[in-house]
């Protein structure tokens, strides 16, 4: 053999060696695929065979699918057949039903909320009605989900409503007609003052862009020289809408997002794409650890571009992107394809999933290993771990007596009386409860069980055991029982103490009952610490340059 075809040989042989270890690798895994679902299929039968008890077939395989899913992300789900409708509710915002929000409380399906000029409230439900059948079904035995599915159907079909009202000695029946019903993206826009006016967006459904831009141009007509975008608990939703709100302030043919995954053939870049409404007007954006994805997304485009100040609490940091697939039996699946990156090229994605740890759980990417980049004006910003607001705002607890007191449902309750007892009260922003209504409320409150631990319980619970476990519970018992009665007093006034936190939580309650979610929104201006951290800098303009470098 030839010095030549020595030379040629050994490159051929290495090329075969290297795609046979390619096709060895490839079929290795669909051998090791083809071999688990055998399994799998052979372990269900199995199952189903031998197992004492019968099994749902429906439920057992969703759980095995629902198992496999959880162990990448919470974001990659399967939607079975009879969920798609649900799917479809929160990616349009649409629905048939009734406009109606329920939850259980103390033993009944209650009305919540009812959205303004939809059939419930054109029928005369009101909130805090207790639903007792629909169509002569009873539902107090059924699941909130069961009952939504009673409520939702077919526009422009008709059913009966039985529920029982505060103050009626008599159950009462409506007739409501169903319609479509479009989930509003902008919950509130309004003036909070005489030149700011406030966006509550609570969602990224179909027109959610649409929304925001007539909000904009709606506020700028009524005087509004400067916005307030408030994406606090928003949790995001379509990609896109997140780019045409950004567009919205951001001049055309700006980069928003670049989508980047396993299938490169699949990555995008986002670009605005139409003429924006105000690249001027100075803008602040509420942001709370409850604002994910396409809310990070628009608030991350804004801080990038320094075009507006971020205010409140650091973001969730969610910069995965999910997209759905068809699967068999009208079935779906909603699966991570790849992570976004904002413009100044960060992603903000805070939970490692790819590198769990023995128990599955899942760690934050360390300070130590978060990247800094810049915005446009050269501000320090960093990726890893969601979007740190410009301004910090520290949001205080309710104390313990308020949570208590809203979740037993007494403060529903007490509002739900008063507005049988008070057929009208004043706007509300000027609402506000005398001390002889608190003084009321307590009388009435007083009467309900009212047993609750706070922090400081707790800490005593510790240090009994730890006194238990360390044999000076004996030398220390006359010094603990003295301790243990100071805090039950302390307790004893918690009702006149936390009388500020507690009001505000009533009246905001009461507030529903007239204005439904306009003025519950309303009600909280003067006491909502973002709000006037925002109004504070936007009426500051050298303070709001400074912050935008």
């Known amino acids: 053999m030839s010095k030549f075809q020595r030379r040629l040989f050994i490159p051929t042989l290495l090329v075969l060696a290297i795609g046979w270890f390619g096709f060895s690798s490839y079929s290795d895994k669909f051998f090791q695929i083809a071999k688990n679902l055998d399994l799998f299929a052979s372990i269900y039968k199995e199952i189903n065979t031998y197992y004492v008890d019968d099994v749902n077939p429906n439920r057992l395989i ?47 399906h209650t009305i919540i909320m009812l959205q303004e000029g939809y059939p419930a409230h054109k029928a005369g439900l009101q909130i805090g009605d207790q639903i007792l059948s629909i169509n002569g079904i009873e539902v107090e035995q059924k699941e909130t ?60 459904t179909t027109h959610a862009g649409d929304e925001v831009k007539k909000a904009v141009i709606k506020l700028k007509k009524e005087g509004a020289t400067s916005i ?65 994805s396409a809310s990070e997304i628009v608030a991350g485009v804004i801080q990038d571009f320094d075009r507006g100040v971020l205010i409140g609490e650091k973001t969730f940091g969610k910069g995965l992107v999910q997209s759905t697939r068809p699967l068999s039996y009208n079935a779906q ?99 506000q409860l005398s001390d002889a209504d608190y003084n009321d409320f307590l009388s009435w409150v007083r009467k309900k069980e009212l047993s609750y631990e706070t922090s400081v319980d707790r800490a005593y619970r510790h240090l009994l055991a730890a006194a238990k476990r360390d044999k000076t519970y004996a030398s220390l018992e006359d010094q603990l029982g003295s301790l243990e009665e100071k805090i039950n007093a302390l307790k004893e006034k918690d009702l006149t103490k936390f009388k500020d936190d507690i009001k505000g939580l009533l009246e905001q309650e009461i507030i529903t009952r007239y204005y439904l979610q306009k003025g519950l929104i309303e009600v909280t201006f003067p006491d909502d610490p973002d709000i006037q951290k925002a109004i504070q800098v936007l009426n500051n303009p050298a303070e709001y340059k400074r912050i935008l470098g």
């Open 62 to 108: 969703k759980t095995g699918i629902d198992a496999m899913l959880e162990s990448l992300d919470p974001y990659t789900v399967y939607i079975p057949e009879d969920d798609i409708e649900d799917f479809r509710t929160m990616t349009t915002g649409e629905y048939g039903g009734i406009g109606a929000s329920t939850e259980f409380l103390e033993g009944h």
């Open 145 to 204: 989900f069961d009952l939504g599915k009673l409520l939702k159907g077919q526009s422009r079909t008709n059913f009966g409503i039985t529920v029982n009202r505060y103050g009626k000695k008599e159950p009462m029946v409506f007739q409501v007609d169903r319609e479509k019903i479009t989930i509003d993206n902008v919950y509130y826009s309004g003036m909070v003052n005489d030149n700011i006016g406030l966006i509550k967006l609570t969602e990224f």
């Open 228 to 292: 307030i975008l408030d994406l606090r608990d928003n949790p995001g939703g379509l990609l896109h809408e997140a780019v045409n709100i950004s567009n919205i302030f951001l001049p055309k043919g700006k980069k928003v997002v670049d989508t980047k995954g396993k299938i490169t053939d699949l990555n995008r870049t986002y670009k605005t794409l139409d003429e924006p409404v105000d690249t001027q007007i100075p803008l602040a954006i509420l942001t709370n650890g409850g604002s994910a």
């Open 333 to 431: 699946l909603k699966v991570t394809t790849a992570k976004y990156y904002i413009p100044s090229g960060r992603c903000i994605q805070a939970l490692d999933y790819a590198h769990r740890n023995a128990d599955g759980t899942v760690n934050k990417l360390p300070d130590s290993l978060k990247v800094a980049f810049k915005t446009g004006n050269g501000r320090v910003v960093y990726d890893g771990d969601g979007l740190d607001p410009d301004v910090v705002v520290e949001v205080e607890d309710y104390p313990s007596i308020a949570l208590v007191l809203s979740s037993k449902g007494y403060l529903f309750q007490y509002a739900t009386l008063y507005h049988y007892q008070h057929p009208q009260i004043s706007a509300a922003r000027e609402f």
